[in-house]
């Protein structure tokens, strides 16, 4: 039996990194995915491929999830295709960064507005499709950059802090409807859109930092995902998992 057989998945943000990673994985082990991405050229071209393997699989959707209306033509759609929702990825981000003096209204904004504003809403727009199948599960990405200094991220900072707090108080407030919420935090890893170093004397230190030493690869934060989209975690809410290969615990003294 698959893992996720029998679940219907709507992931945002894959059209790249880790929520194409979670977008294959997903179909792999058995779930119907709404792979969802503002550029929705590259969510289109990852669903064909997955749909080559996995037939009828997955659906692609352009999808701002800053929008409100975008949400609700997801879930209608998602409903239509496959029939519920059980599984929710909030996994779209975008990630800039810039001294804190530097730092505008509109650019805080726009941060906090896809970020934090981008999970809460879906999570507004997801949850009645949910009570309805009887339960799901919900993972935000987060990031460890809430947690450790990350010089220069101020308001991607803050919008995965309120993504902490956001996934705490989904988790108490619908645990009651069997709707389970839990956030992943990850470390520095692999991603296309921006590079995680500039130089190779910055990724090396970096690498230095990490006590696995490497820099994590989508695919190891989709196997996390799965995890908590399955029945597997199903005691598990309002978690917040940190995956960083230890760099977050490590003091790395000279
Ligand atoms: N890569 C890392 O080092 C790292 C570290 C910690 C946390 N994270 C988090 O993991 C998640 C995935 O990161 P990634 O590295 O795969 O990123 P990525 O940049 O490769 O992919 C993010 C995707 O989100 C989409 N997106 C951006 N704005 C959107 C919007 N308004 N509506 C819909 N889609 C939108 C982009 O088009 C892109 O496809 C993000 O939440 C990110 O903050 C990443």
Known sequence: MRRLAGKVAVITGAGNGQGAAEAY?????????????????????????????????????????????????????????????????????????KPYTEVTFDYWNKALNVNAWGQFVG??????????????????????????????????????????????SAASELGPDRIRVNAVLPGSTIRKTVKNAPTEESRQALINAIPARRIGLPEDVAHLVLFLASDESSYITGATNIIDGGLSVNINLP
Not at 88 to 96: E, K, P, Q, S
Not at 131 to 154: D, E, L, M
Request: aromatic share 8%.
């Open 25 to 97: 994985l997903f179909a792999k082990e058995g779930a119907k995915v709404i792979a969802t991405d503002i550029q929705y050229e590259n969510v289109e071209r990852m669903v064909e491929k997955i749909n080559q393997e996995f037939p009828e699989s997955a659906i692609p959707l352009k999808h701002d999830v800053s929008s409100e209306e975008n949400w609700q033509h997801i879930a209608e759609e998602a409903v239509s295709q496959f029939g519920q929702i059980t599984v929710l990825i909030n996994n779209a981000a975008v990630f800039h960064t």
């Open 123 to 168: 999570i507004k727009t997801m949850v009645p499709y949910m009570k309805k199948a009887g339960g799901g599960s919900i993972v935000n990405v987060g990031s460890i950059a809430s947690r450790i200094n990350a010089s220069g991220f101020s308001p991607y900072t803050a919008s995965k802090g309120a993504i902490e707090a956001l996934t705490y």
